[in-house]
């Protein structure tokens, strides 16, 4: 269970951390001239949820978890390109990664290697998330790759107008890590 209460402020005016000659200008009825914006909120509220929940069975050679579970790979922290899972809020204190509704999948097929399955059910099977890593640990180092199709959404505001865009793109991943331990 995960329970956050701010205190003091929570509802901030981002125009007031612009510098002036990036505020948009806005219309303010019809047949007015543009103005600047002189507001646009942003609220950090208090919650409660529950922050995972999960089954998990074991074997010899595998670990399958169902569920709301804490899926977070590479060592990246706010920037982490092969974590399509946890997208990170640079504006939130917390660092809080919120846990995924998904089916796991560990295969332990020999001494030191992994692979990892994972799949993350979304409105259409074409936007269901598909990742996968295959993992080599030697001494204090590992090596893995990832393979990743998910559906990636983009969101902005159109200049001068301010007015608000999303898209969708399919996208494609692969990528590469390598983890050590200096000391």
């Given at each position: 269970?995960n ?51 999960y ?7 595998f670990r ?8 977070s790979?590479g ?27 998904a ?20 409105n ?18 590992d ?6 199709r ?16 999303e ?17």
């Amino acid at each position: 269970m995960n329970v956050r209460q701010f205190w003091g402020q929570t509802t901030f005016n981002l125009v007031n951390y612009l510098p002036e000659h990036l505020i948009p200008l806005v219309p303010v009825s019809e047949d007015a001239p543009l103005q600047p914006l002189n507001h646009f909120p942003y609220v950090v509220q208090d919650t409660f949820y529950i922050d995972n929940m999960y089954l998990q069975l074991y074997g010899k050679t595998f670990r399958l978890t169902l569920g709301k579970q804490p899926i977070s790979p590479g060592t990246g922290y706010v920037w982490n390109p092969t974590d399509i899972f946890n997208v990170k809020d640079i504006m939130d204190p917390s660092y809080e990664q919120t846990c995924v509704k998904a089916v796991g999948l560990d295969l332990y097929p020999a001494n030191g290697n992994s692979v990892f399955l994972a799949v993350q059910p979304q409105n259409t099977l074409e936007s269901t998330m598909l990742y996968t890593r295959i993992r080599q640990t030697m001494a204090a180092m590992d090596l893995s790759l990832s393979i990743a199709r998910f559906t990636w959404s983009e969101s902005g505001f159109a200049p001068v107008t301010f007015i608000p865009w999303e898209l969708s793109f399919k996208r494609f991943m692969t990528g590469a890590a390598l983890s050590a331990d200096i000391a």
